[in-house]
């Protein structure tokens, strides 16, 4: 039994020398720090130096460190070293210094220098928690308590946290406690003790003064502003105690408050600036711990405005066809956004819809409205609405049209629009039912109209007389909105008894009053040719006697010829289906003009049609109201022009125009064959009066009295003849 026990007393104590021996190798000497060096011979300095120990292994205490020396030029005369306790994985600096003397004549080499360690095994936590407090983040109060919070940590585990001996909350690695004040100084303690019964401390003193009294708001001036705005504040009680600006509060858009950045203050006065995610409502001023809400209301307004005017204000539809109504916005102050349309009202089984959906200030936007064959008969009032987003400011305006809604007679009706990109409704037009037929026969039909603010127009409970063809005049020069002069025609449509015929497509009309003019001497005794650098490859030749008449019978000399390229997809009327492909139509102007004799136009091969090639050249008659062809022409051999052929009837001379209006060459047919024989077939965009495949977007348009600025991009594919020719206009197979 005794054996035994001496067994295992040796078995403990060897493990206990083992694990002093971990603890003594995970001690390690290093960072040297000089502290002096003194001569004391005539090459011998003694040096002292201070060291630091770190503990990559348990806690220790007792750690001591002994220097010795294996060089005779490095001789030791204190190696006496002592760091006290050293927790784990701390650093810590000897609390004395240890010398040696050296031969300075002989380099220094600190490998000489060797450290024993010796130190006393810890089994328990020695480490202190980390603790500190940070609120209150001043010293002085003005009220009856306050809470203080902190962070407290250990390496182990938190037993707890006292507050001048009561324990706080602890949530986490924070406590917080409400602590009484009394007047004056309070010494506040915060105790964090571990589960080894470790402590640490930290401490605060909080002086509790007198309140000041609370801020006070009488008025707020201007009872409106913008956002930048100065808006002053009158009351009382606005210094802080520590000298720093009042808050100011103001209602958020969206909801909630934001701060208002404070331009000057003093104890009776706020300046400040209205933010701009600033919201209508009462104003909040908290100083010194205590708030102020104002009695009045600070109204925020948008920076900028918007009208609407939806016209004409009245309108008439009848029964399973459509009008529409021209809706404008007008902005002032710094209002540049768009605005989203709306309409409500709309009597059922009415479509209303609205071309485009979202227009900017100056841009013609449409409401079209259509009912269907058995809507009932009446007025009703639409409510037309605008809503934008101003500076973070919801806005919205409206305006009242009246709807009638009439049966169905015998009818025409139609709309005229500029050529241009956004289709601007054309006012004032002056639309006449001429009494004739298209081969020139009378019909006793004669009715006349203007188009509305919309462009629209009608021919309602018209006579037997009117059934039939009939030639309608399309006056452009009587437009009294947008401003500009513009072209008129003829065209010729089928009116059906009892039924109301429409227009197939928006009449378009180009403005001509900035068009290119040339000036045509009457009765010339020589030939004249005439080239237009507004359309390239576009030229026209007056033959010597030709005397030119306007539509009234007047023949100005010289007289002015306008030339206008009208766009194919905004023409006054639908291209017939016999006529092959017109893709280039040019408007000679004064509509209704004559020649006596023809003229020869040669126009621009617009779609590369191949050189050699013949085409039928084209003319919208006035006399009968539809495109005709007036002869043929050639692709020149550079395939940039499209020459007139020579006239069989007229030698010496080429096919040429007799009549003023649309003009253009005609090309082969596309294939009628149906590549898809189940039907349509989805794919590339295809440019209806070319067969190309043409990919076109329009970027932005703005519409301005002098015409109007809009950026499109047209793609178009380019064919396979191109790239044998000498010249090759490689913009027309990208983006331009």
Known sequence: ?????????????????????????????????????????????????????????????????????????????????????????????????????????????????????????????????????????????DTASVTISGTATDETALAGVTVNGVSAILSANTFTLSVPLIQGDNPVTAIATDTAGNTAAASIIVTRIAPLPAPKITSVTPGSATAGDLVSIAGSNFAARSGSAPLVMLNQQGGGTVNAPVASFDAANITLSVPPSAASGNVTVSVNGQTAVSADTLTIMASGDFALSPNPAGVTLIQGANTSVDVRISGSGSFSQAVDLSVSGVPAGITAAFTPRTIAAGQPGALTLTAPAGQATGFSTLHVSATAIVGGIALSRSADVTLNVQPVTTSFVGRTVVADPTETPLAGVTVELLGLDGAGGATGCNAQTASDAAGNFAFTNLPPACVGEQLIRYDGSTVTSPAGEY??????????????????????????????????????????????????????????????????????????????????????????????????????????????????????????????????????????????????????????????????????????????????????????????????????????????????????????????????????????????????????????
């Not at 359309?535 to 019978?553: F, H, K, Q, R």
């Not at 070319?690 to 015409?707: K, N, Q």
């Open 1 to 141: 039994m005794r054996e035994a026990c001496v067994c295992a007393r040796f078995i403990v104590g060897l493990f206990f020398l083992l694990w002093a021996a971990d603890v003594v190798a995970a001690l390690t000497v290093g960072n040297r720090q000089l502290i002096s060096a003194t001569r004391v011979g005539r090459v011998i300095y003694e040096i002292t130096y201070r060291v630091d120990l770190t503990n990559t292994g348990p806690s220790v205490t007792n750690a001591t460190a002994t220097v010795t020396s294996t060089s005779p030029d490095s001789v030791i005369v204190d190696g006496a070293l002592d760091f006290g306790d050293v927790p784990a994985g701390a650093t810590i600096t000897s609390t004395d210094t240890f010398s040696f003397r050296q031969n300075r004549l002989v380099a220094f080499d600190p490998t000489a220098l060797h450290y024993a360690v010796s130190a006393t095994p810890v089994s328990g936590d020695i480490t202190p928690p980390q603790i500190s407090i940070s609120m209150p983040d001043g010293t002085q109060v």
């Open 487 to 736: 072209a008129g025609v003829d065209l010729n449509y089928r009116i059906v008894d009892g039924q109301v015929s429409v227009s197939p497509v928006l009449v378009h009309l180009p403005r001509i009053d900035n068009g290119e003019t040339v000036m045509v001497v009457q009765n010339n005794n020589t030939d004249q040719t005439f080239r237009f650098s507004s359309i390239p490859n576009l030229s026209i030749t007056v033959y010597a006697g030709t005397t030119l008449t306007m539509a009234d019978g007047a023949r100005p000399n010289p007289f002015p010829l306008t030339a206008v390229r009208v766009p194919i997809d905004r023409l006054p009327d639908e291209m017939p289906a016999d006529n092959g492909l017109t893709p280039f139509i040019v408007a000679f102007q004064p509509a209704n003009g004559d020649s006596s004799q023809p003229i020869a136009v040669t126009f621009p091969n617009t779609v590369d049609t191949p050189p050699a090639t013949t085409v039928a050249l084209m003319t919208l008659d006035p006399t009968q109201g539809k495109m005709v062809s007036y002869g043929t022409g050639t692709v020149s051999d550079d395939g940039l022009r499209i020459d007139p052929d020579p006239d069989p009837a007229r030698l010496g001379k080429r096919y040429g125009l007799v009549h003023f209006d649309w003009h253009g060459p005609s090309g082969p047919s596309p294939n009628q064959i149906d590549p898809c024989p189940n039907g349509p077939c989805g794919g590339d965009p295809v440019h209806f009066a070319s067969g190309l495949v043409v990919d076109r977007r329009t970027d932005i348009a703005i519409p301005a009295p002098g015409g109007g600025i809009s950026i499109r991009r047209t793609y178009r594919y380019c064919e396979p003849w191109r790239a044998t020719r000498r010249r090759v206009d490689r913009d027309r197979c990208s983006w331009i």
